[in-house]
Each structure stands twice: as C-alpha cells, then as structure tokens.
C-alpha cells in the first residue's frame, strides 16, 4: 500500500506539472484576447452566417494551438469578448486536436499512416460541430456561469466596472494581462489538481489486467479505451503514443481513445463545470462520448 501511495501521489504531481504549462499558456492567451483585443476586432474575424461561424471555430486551432488543459480559459474570454457560441465552443471542443503539433505527433506515433489522422479529426470535428450548431444561438450570458464568473467586458481599458478586481490595477496593459493571467491561472489550477487526484487514483489503482477483458470485442473495445482516455487525462500532444502502444486493441477503439480525451476528461469536467451553466457543461460531455463511441463503430476495427 506505500508504495501504491506513492505511485499515486507521483502521478498526480506529474499530470499537474505536465498540464500546468499548457494551462498557464491558455490563461497567457485568455488574458490577451481581453486586454489587447477588442470586441470589434473580434467580429470582423467572425463571419456572419451559421456555417462559417462554425467553420471558423473548428480550424482556428490551426492557427491558435492550444492543448486542452489550456483551452477552458481561451474559450471562456472568447465568448465574454462577443464571440458567438457557434465559433466559440467548436474552437474549445476541436483545437486540441485540429493543430500542428497534434496532428504531426499523430503521423509520427502511427508511422505516417495519414489514415489514423483524418479519422481522429472526424471524431472531434462532428461533435464539435453539432455542439456549436445546437448551443449557437445561446447568448454568452446563458453559456457561462455568470453568477459565478462575472463578464468583464471593457476591463482591459479599466474604465468598467467588471468584477475582477483589474480596475485596482494601475500602470500600462502589460501589467493588466499579467492580472489577468495570474487571476485565470489561479482559479482554474484548483480544477486541474482535482482532476490530477481523480485521474492519478484510476490510473494508480485500476487492475492492470481489467481492459484485457475488453480486447476482443470490438464494441467493448471502444468503450473501454474511451474511458481509459478520460480516466487518464493524457494531453492531447502525448496521447497517440499511449494509443499506439495499446497492442491488440482494434484501430477504432485507439482512434476513439485518441478523439475523446481532448474532449473530455477527468481534467476538463470540473472546469467545464465551473465555467459553463450546467446544462451546457453536460452537454459538453454527453454530446462527444455519445458521438464518438458511434462514429468509431464505423471505422476500419470498429463494430460495424
């Protein structure tokens, strides 16, 4: 039992020390977006029309990379600037995924098979686009936990009276987004150590044989590493190499593994609760386990 302890705590200090930089970078950038950029500048990048809004928010993250543990913060100022649901959420729910990094790690960790990549996008891309076009035309006041984090629109002037506390700080912008970062970092750090602890005792104290059972049923396959992926909370960036390790497993359940744990896991359920109203924050769980479970039974290994 000590030594199980102590695997336990080690993991849970690895997790935090692994996503805490991420998170750091998405509270950097949350903190930007709101000093630094306007809401006019904002619409001007935001088309008009449903699809292009959605569109807009699933490949941004070509352009704005951000790894999941750094996302929640992102997508929180992006609809606290005006940004619409419809191009917000999709951005949250796909940028971890549809970026660079994460899509040269993929090739890399299934020796270039390009077939692996397209299908992990697909996964992330569908239920991320039916949750902007379901939750689109939700006002932000209804999306985020306004009682619990107020807006703040205009505080990076200092000339509204926003809530946070940023009115207090005097001096350049600078000192405004270091504010803000430390403000956003500090309030979502408590989540992600939740998280870490959560994760850390699956991953510590799960029999080691108990997903052998699931191997030769391809329905049960998939619905075993989906859990596995949410219960370890992997960072998008490292978990195709986890993925590709699990040998004996069908293609379908390590795409599947691969689509949901940027989405949702054991690290994103409590920030997703604490930011978004609560019938959102389920939506954003349900949507994307129910989604990707059924499109992975229709890939190469999946059950149909």
Request: glycine share 8%.
């Amino acid at each position: 039992m000590p030594d199980s302890l102590a695997i336990f705590a080690t993991t849970a200090a690895a997790i935090v020390l692994e996503a805490a930089p991420f998170l750091l970078l998405g509270s950097l950038l949350g903190a930007l977006i709101e000093v630094l950029v306007s809401e006019e500048a904002l619409a001007r990048f935001v088309p008009r029309n449903a699809l292009g809004q959605v569109g807009v928010g699933l490949f941004a993250g070509m352009l704005l990379p951000t790894c999941e543990c750094g996302i929640v913060p992102v997508a929180r100022r992006l609809l606290q600037k005006g940004v619409p649901p419809r191009a917000a959420l999709p951005y949250m729910m796909a940028a971890p995924v549809v970026n660079p990094v994460v899509i040269a790690s993929t090739l890399y960790a299934f020796q270039g098979d390009i077939s692996v990549v397209l299908y992990r996008i697909l996964l992330v891309v569908v239920p991320a686009a039916a949750l902007g076009m379901a939750l689109g035309n939700l006002p932000a006041r209804l999306v985020l936990r306004h009682n619990i984090l107020p807006m703040d629109h205009g505080c990076g002037e200092h000339n509204h009276g926003c809530g946070c506390g940023c009115s207090s700080v005097q001096g350049s912008r600078l000192k405004a987004v270091f504010f803000h970062t430390a403000a956003e970092f500090l309030s979502m750090s408590r989540f992600l150590i939740l998280g870490a602890v959560a994760a850390s005792a699956f991953k510590t104290f799960l029999p080691p044989d108990v997903l052998s059972y699931f191997a030769d049923n391809a329905l049960l396959a998939i619905a075993g590493l989906m859990t596995l992926a949410i219960l370890l909370s992997v960072c998008s960036e490292a978990d195709a190499f986890v993925a590709a390790s699990l040998v004996g497993f069908p293609l379908a359940s390590k795409v599947a593994f691969m689509a949901i744990g940027p989405m949702v896991d054991l690290k994103l359920v409590p920030m997703f609760l604490a930011v978004f109203n609560r019938r959102v924050a389920i939506a954003l769980v349900v949507v994307p386990v129910v989604t990707v479970y059924v499109l992975a039974c229709f890939i190469p290994g999946g059950a149909w």
